[in-house]
C-alpha cells in the first residue's frame, strides 16, 4: 500500500499490484488507520512534519 498526493502517479503502482491511497501527510486520521492496518510503515515525510510523524507512532 502506498500514499500518494498525485493521483496521475496511482497507475504505476497499480500496475505493479500496489493498493493506492490519494491522499497527503496532512490527512492525519487516514495516516493513523493506514499505520494501523499495516505490519510495516516506511516513510519519508519531513521531520518538519511533526503531526504526521505522530500520527504514525
Known sequence: MIL????????????MGIHVIIGSYSDL?????LAGDSDFVFTCVSI???????ALC
Open 4 to 15: 500518494i498526493r498525485d493521483a496521475s502517479e496511482a497507475s504505476q503502482f497499480w500496475s
Open 29 to 33: 486520521s487516514v495516516l493513523q488507520k
Open 48 to 54: 518538519t512534519i511533526l503531526a504526521s510523524i505522530q
